[in-house]
C-alpha cells in the first residue's frame, strides 16, 4: 500500500512516502498533482511514479504529525497553482447509517421523507450490474480548494453559522486528464465538517449548511481497500476524550457503489475539465449531532480509519465577529 504525503517549509514544497516511522523525501517533486500528471503522461501508476523519485532523504514522522518540526502537512492533494480548480463536493444517504440520521433531523417516526425516499432509491438501484448506470446518489457542492485545510488546522464555524459538527468520511481524489477522462489518484480521510443545526431546521438549507472549511489528510492512500473499513471518531475537549464512537464506510457498508457514484459525478461535462482536481467526500456513517452533541470552541475533532494512515485531527474555532450586513453596489 502506497501512502503519500504533501508537506511544506516556508515557501518550499516536498511530497514523500511514508515509511513509518520516517517519510522519505521524493526528489523533483513538489505536489501530488504534478506526481499524477507525470504518471498520466507516462503511462505509469501513480506508486511506481513515486518509487521512480525516492530519495535518500528522510524525516522523523512524528515530530511532522504533531507540529514540533520546520516541515507542515499539507491537505492530502491540492491545485498548486489555482486553488479555485480544486472542487470540493460530496454524496449523502450513501451509507446505511446515513439515513437513521437524516431522518433524526427532520421526521417522526411515521413520516416517509424525502430523505428517506431517495436512500430506498439508493437500496434499490444505487449497486448497478458491471457496466448499467444505477440511481443517482444525493449530490451537493461543498467549495473549492480555497476552503481546504490540513491535518492540525482549524476549521471555523463562520459568523453567520449556527453550529459546527464533523462528518468523518472517506474522500475519493481525482485529476482530470488532458484527455477530458477522470483519474481516481487516491483516497484519504476527511472531515467534510457542516452545520448540522441549520439543516435540521429543514433538509432544504442543506447546501448552505455545507459552505464551510472541510479536511483532507494526513495522509493519501494511492491503492486504499475500500470494502469494509473500520474506523472511529474522537471529540476531545479540555485535553479528554469527551465523546466517541466506531464507524465503517466502504463499499459494503453502503447502498451505492464507489462506481455508481463515480459516474454520477463525472457524468457532467463541467466536472471533466482538463487539469482540474476533485476531492468527493463519500458519506457518513454517524454523527456526534446525532447523538445530542454540540461541539464548543477549541474542541479536536479526530477521524482515524483502518488501512488510511495516522488520524487526523482538526481543532473547531468559533468565528467571534458579528455577522455584518452585505450590501450590494449597483453598477447600473
Excluded at 528522510?58 to 504529525?65: I, W
Excluded at 475539465?273 to 474542541?299: E, K, T, Y
Amino acid at each position: 500500500m502506497t501512502r503519500l504525503i504533501q508537506l511544506r517549509n516556508g515557501n518550499a514544497r516536498r511530497v514523500a512516502l511514508v515509511e513509518e516511522p520516517n517519510l522519505r523525501l521524493l526528489r523533483d517533486c513538489t505536489s501530488v498533482y504534478s506526481l499524477a500528471a507525470t504518471a498520466i503522461s507516462a503511462g505509469l501508476s501513480l506508486s511506481d511514479t513515486a518509487r521512480q523519485r525516492v530519495s535518500q532523504e528522510l524525516l522523523p514522522y512524528d515530530a511532522v504529525y504533531v507540529g514540533s518540526s520546520e516541515w507542515r502537512i499539507l491537505p492530502a492533494i491540492d491545485h498548486p497553482d489555482e486553488p479555485a480548480r480544486c472542487l470540493i463536493s460530496g454524496t449523502g444517504l450513501t451509507h446505511l447509517g446515513s439515513a437513521r440520521e437524516r431522518r433524526s433531523m427532520h421526521a417522526h417516526a411515521e413520516e416517509l421523507t424525502d430523505s428517506m425516499k431517495m436512500f430506498r432509491w439508493g437500496i434499490e438501484g444505487g449497486r448497478p450490474e458491471d457496466g448499467k448506470i444505477g440511481t443517482p446518489p444525493e449530490w451537493f457542492y461543498k467549495s473549492t480548494g480555497t476552503m481546504l485545510r490540513a491535518h492540525g488546522e482549524p476549521l471555523e464555524v463562520p459568523a453567520y453559522g449556527e453550529d459546527g459538527g464533523e462528518e468523518a468520511e472517506v474522500a475519493g481524489v481525482y485529476i482530470i486528464g488532458p484527455d477530458g477522462n477522470p483519474y481516481r489518484v487516491g483516497m484519504a480521510i476527511g472531515n467534510e465538517f457542516s452545520d448540522h443545526r441549520i439543516e435540521k431546521k429543514n433538509y432544504l438549507y442543506l447546501a448552505g449548511s455545507k459552505l464551510r472549511t472541510c479536511s483532507l489528510g494526513p495522509e493519501l492512500v494511492v491503492d486504499a481497500e475500500f470494502q469494509s473499513v473500520p474506523g472511529q471518531v474522537v471529540i476531545e475537549r479540555g485535553g479528554a476524550k469527551f465523546w466517541s464512537k466506531n464507524i465503517r464506510s466502504g463499499e459494503t457498508e453502503m447502498c451505492h457503489s464507489l462506481k455508481n457514484i463515480e459516474h454520477h459525478h463525472f457524468k457532467y461535462a463541467e466536472h471533466r475539465r482538463p487539469g482540474d482536481v476533485h476531492i468527493h467526500f463519500m458519506g457518513a456513517d454517524c454523527l456526534s449531532f446525532g447523538d445530542g452533541i454540540q461541539l464548543a470552541d477549541g474542541d479536536i475533532m479526530q477521524i482515524s480509519f483502518d488501512g488510511f494512515g495516522r488520524t487526523l485531527r482538526n481543532p473547531m474555532r468559533v468565528a467571534q465577529a458579528s455577522q455584518p450586513l452585505v450590501s450590494v453596489t449597483s453598477l447600473g
